[in-house]
Antibody, heavy 120, light 112 residues
Framework: QVQLQESGPGLVKPSETLSLTCAVS?????????WGWIRQPPGKGLECIGS???????YYNPSLKSRVTITLDTPKNQFSLKLSSVTAADTAVYYC?????????????WGQGTMVTVSS | DVVMTQSPLSLPVTLGQPASISCRSSQSLVYSDGNTYLNWFQQRPGQSPRRLIY???NRDSGVPDRFSGSGSGTDFTLKISRVEAEDFGVYYC?????????FGQGTKVEIK
């Protein structure tokens, strides 16, 4: 059973870089699939941030592309998100998820999410 | 980006009664491979989204058959044949045909 778990600081100062990690269990991320990040501001809808293929190719939402970096750490079986120059508008629950690009073109397995607040 | 528009945004329902949610996209969701990558998710309070339906009408494993999806092109519907207590929450449609993937605003299904 594939499971994902986000971790990282819950509070980030404005203008700094938000860094999160997603640990994957039950599947080796180097074997296949895309691995992605989605966020949800409090009381609002869902926004795709981007994803990374098991080969390392990345795909970012154009609205965030200039500030986003997603990387793989295959020895630790995890992947990470960095979002630079954050503002209060980046306050959200951040989810990591598996993107099934082979059959359904959708995020099919999600982590539980982690709340990140941007505040001084 | 493809804009996904759901209606209604709030749906009061009585237990045991049917419910229906509409989702319309600003562009056709038919991909070059002939598939239509329209998905439906359920999000209960305090939980992460759970996918219910993929490619318009295919239920994910473990999803009760009271949930059904239909539609084509730019117009899609999620139906619950008889709402149960565990079905209350927010439902989102999501398109995976065009990058970036985009979600509808969400429809809150609540007790009438």
């Amino acid at each position: 059973q594939v499971q994902l778990q986000e971790s990282g600081p819950g509070l980030v100062k404005p203008s700094e870089t938000l860094s999160l990690t997603c640990a994957v269990s039950g599947y080796s991320i180097s074997s296949g699939y895309y691995w992605g990040w989605i966020r949800q501001p409090p009381g609002k809808g869902l926004e795709c941030i981007g994803s990374i293929y098991h080969s390392g190719s990345t795909y970012y939402n154009p609205s965030l592309k200039s500030r986003v970096t997603i990387t793989l750490d295959t020895p630790k079986n995890q992947f990470s998100l960095k979002l630079s120059s954050v503002t209060a508008a980046d306050t959200a629950v951040y989810y990591c998820a598996r993107w099934d690009g082979y059959n359904t073109n959708a995020f099919d397995i999600w982590g539980q999410g982690t709340m990140v607040t941007v505040s001084s | 980006d493809v804009v996904m528009t759901q209606s209604p945004l709030s749906l009061p329902v009585t237990l045991g009664q049917p419910a229906s949610i509409s989702c319309r996209s600003s562009q056709s969701l038919v991909y070059s491979d002939g598939n239509t990558y329209l998905n439906w998710f359920q999000q209960r309070p305090g939980q992460s989204p759970r996918r219910l339906i993929y490619k318009v009408s295919n239920r994910d494993s473990g999803v009760p058959d009271r949930f059904s999806g239909s539609g084509s092109g730019t117009d899609f519907t999620l139906k619950i044949s008889r709402v149960e207590a565990e079905d209350f929450g927010v439902y989102y449609c999501m398109q995976g045909t065009h990058w970036p993937p985009t979600f509808g605003q969400g429809t809150k299904v609540e007790i009438k």
